[in-house]
């Protein structure tokens, strides 16, 4: 048997369970390796990858016994349960042997009933790849909007299933939350308080609300299935536990959209899957698939950017604000009515704990030198306690007496961007760096421009 390989991972070759294979026949090894979907049985499985190949098997096992998938061999459907968790299982560790020591397991599964009882599947099936090796890392719950509309009497309606996360190592599998921290839906008074948000935006809840997608009549375009893997769902789990050229593999393919999806984002993918009419499926749309990756182009979308641009506006905010708060505390301490500060972001690598930023003050009082160590003392004092210890700003502040200083700090173009005492996240107005009024400083000005319609002190 031949097989081409190809760098998109959209290939399609056919195996039968029935084959006999040597054990490792296909041991994925060059970062460029990939096979994509294959017609075979995950049974097989320790016949298709060999080695520790495998970075990511991200799948969603048959229901058992409730949807027939139109093969007489197939895993679930007229099985016992016992039969069915056996081959689950079985199949779940020869994967585990086939992993990478940074890789993870994830399986969207459901429990079900039967004779009116509830039978927790998720949790027998985690029971059961304990004993065989895999650790389990966490339980999400999938809130899928878009489901079957019925149900049967003394029952809830049921809208989500969970997603079991495994690891093959705990300490070793590849994790990378800062990929896919929410930016969008945030508390409103974010902008007021910017200190107490991570600039790369919220932290993953264990609800994940993903629609799956819309069929029949309501989705022409999208491949039939009992219950199809959102891509949002699995362009999430891949950047959180994946990197380019990484190998991704599902045992029960489906429609593909593991294999797609991880093409998509330069990861390598290897897929069974037992229902030919979904295999033709799959090469059929696989043809309308560019050959070349588009994971740099991925990189490159507004999707990819607005996280980027979300962390580099709450560590503007927090530099402005550290500034105001900075200015205010030493004009309580000190007296000094009259009194500017200029504040700028540094190229500097912060060298204190926990900083996410560097940036310079300069406190400007003219005609009270006298007064210059004492607005040092107390910035010392202010910026060592909360809050502004929390603010994670490695700041440099000095002084000036007169206006030489701030003339040798401001950029040599640019605008500057003015600023009250009660609200550093909109400007009051700019100008021109060359047009600047030295007569008429404001009491915050800075190289930062933020303007945001949000209410603050």
């Not at 050229?245 to 029960?252: C, G, M, Q």
Request: aromatic share 8%; with cysteine; hydrophobic share 40%.
């Amino acid at each position: 048997m031949s097989i081409k390989l190809t760098e998109a991972g959209l290939s399609f070759v056919e195996l039968h369970s029935s084959s006999a294979f040597a054990p490792n026949v296909l041991d994925i090894t060059t970062p460029t390796e990939t096979l994509g979907m294959l017609r075979a049985d995950a049974r097989s499985i320790k016949s298709i990858i060999g080695g520790r190949a495998v970075n990511l098997t991200l799948t969603s096992p048959p229901y058992f016994d409730l949807k027939d998938y139109g093969n007489k061999n197939q895993i679930g459907f007229g099985q016992d349960y016992a039969t069915y968790l056996s081959d689950l299982t079985a199949i779940f560790k020869v994967i585990l042997e086939a992993t990478d020591d940074t890789g993870s397991l994830w399986i969207v599964i459901d429990s079900f009933r039967r004779n009116g009882e509830l039978v927790p599947l998720p949790f027998d099936l985690a029971t059961n790849l304990k004993k065989v090796g895999w650790q389990l890392k966490d339980v999400i719950i999938w809130k899928k909007e878009r489901t079957l509309p019925w149900l049967h009497a003394g029952t809830t309606r049921n809208i989500f299933e969970y997603v079991m996360v495994f690891a093959k190592c705990q300490h070793k599998m590849k994790y990378y939350p800062d990929r896919v921290r929410d930016h969008v839906d945030l508390k409103e008074w974010w902008v007021k308080y910017p200190e107490r948000y991570n600039p790369k935006g919220k932290s993953l809840e264990e609800v994940w609300t993903i629609d799956i997608p819309v069929q029949g009549s309501w989705g022409k375009k999208t491949p039939r299935h009992f219950c199809p893997l959102p891509p949002a769902l699995v362009r999430r789990v891949l950047r959180l536990t994946t990197d380019a050229h990484d190998l991704v593999l599902d045992p029960f393919a489906g429609t593909g959209t593991v294999l797609s999806e991880a093409s998509s984002l330069g990861r390598r993918s290897v897929g069974c899957e037992i229902n030919n009419n979904l295999v033709r499926a799959y090469k059929a749309r696989s043809k309308l698939v560019p050959t070349t990756p588009a994971y740099e182009q991925d990189h490159l979308s507004d999707e990819a950017n607005q996280p980027n641009c979300f962390e580099q506006t709450i560590i503007d905010l927090r530099i402005l604000k550290f500034g105001r708060l900075l200015l205010r505390h030493i004009k309580k301490e000190t007296g000094l009515t009259e009194a500017s500060i200029f504040i700028a972001r540094s190229r500097r690598k912060p060298s204190a704990r926990h900083a996410i930023a560097s940036a310079d003050y300069l406190v400007i009082f003219e005609k009270q030198k006298r007064l210059a160590t004492r607005v040092l003392s107390v910035a010392q004092e202010i910026t060592s306690k909360k809050p502004l210890s929390k603010f994670g700003i490695d700041a440099v502040i000095t002084t000036a007496n007169d206006l030489s200083k701030l003339r040798a700090a401001l950029p040599k173009r640019g605008r500057l961007y003015c600023y009250s005492m009660t609200n550093t996240s909109k400007f009051m107005s700019a100008v021109a760096v060359t047009e600047v009024d030295f007569q008429n400083i404001s009491p915050i000005i800075s190289p930062i421009g933020i303007t945001i319609n949000e209410p603050c002190d």
